[in-house]
């Protein structure tokens, strides 16, 4: 078993809708929380960090449960800019990378 | 402002050639990390230094991986020989502090295809 854990997809959506990316990790002891981004053949990019109170950023909204080692990032009023891979990733005194979520937004 | 940069972008090479990649910071960040990006597995951590020293290479695959940085600007990673399933992209990325908790910078990359 992976110690992140995330759908694959492809999330296929049109322009305007709500999606929700969910990822779960194994380890506990894992210390902070990000969602990176990776465009095609491009490297990642950090898109935000996860806090346990939740937070968001425009469009974004990142939620953690420790309780049940479990992230979110909710995506409002998609756009096609945002088709991407979405990595969820947890600091366990190194980055531990999930395998991604792809999103695809179409016109 | 540059960013993190990788040279080569592209590699091809055949099994048992040596390669070499080359990784220059961004100025004036503390840690540099090298990872390997393959579909199967994903993102993984080689290794990494915080001001010039390796902490941790327990991701180096075996011994024909090899790293080093010899001053705050340069990096390398050393395939060799090479083998196949050394095939994958290769991020290296900076950070400004010395924990994880700081945001990480990615070059490029570099695919590699050994045949």
């Known amino acids: 078993r992976k110690e992140v854990e995330q759908d694959p997809g492809p999330f296929n959506v049109p322009e305007g809708a709500t999606v929700a990316f969910n990822c779960t990790y194994s380890?506990?002891?894992?210390?902070?929380f990000f969602w990176y981004r990776q465009d095609c053949r491009k490297e990642p990019k950090l898109l935000m960090s996860v806090y346990s109170s939740g937070n968001e950023d425009g469009r974004f909204t990142a939620q953690l449960n420790r309780a049940s080692q479990y992230i979110s990032l909710l995506i409002r009023d998609s756009k096609l800019s945002d088709s991407a891979t979405y990595l969820c990733v947890v600091n366990r005194d190194k980055l531990i990378f999930g395998t991604g979520t792809r999103l695809q937004v179409f016109p | 402002d540059a960013g993190v940069i990788q040279s080569p972008r592209h590699e091809v090479t055949e099994m048992g050639q040596e390669v070499t990649l080359r990784c220059k910071p961004i100025s004036g960040h503390n840690s540099l990390f090298w990872y390997r990006q393959t579909m199967m597995r994903g993102l993984e951590l080689l290794i990494y230094f915080n001001n010039n020293v390796p902490i941790d290479d327990s991701g180096m695959p075996e011994d024909r991986f090899s790293a080093k940085m010899p001053n705050a600007s340069f990096s390398t990673l050393k395939i060799q020989p090479s083998e196949p399933r050394d095939s994958a992209v290769y991020f290296c990325?900076?950070?400004?502090?010395?924990?994880?908790?700081?945001?990480?910078?990615f070059g490029p990359g570099t695919r590699l295809t050994v045949t």
């Open positions: 380890n506990s002891a894992s210390q902070s």
């Open positions: 990325a900076s950070s400004l502090g010395v924990t994880f908790s700081y945001e990480q910078y």
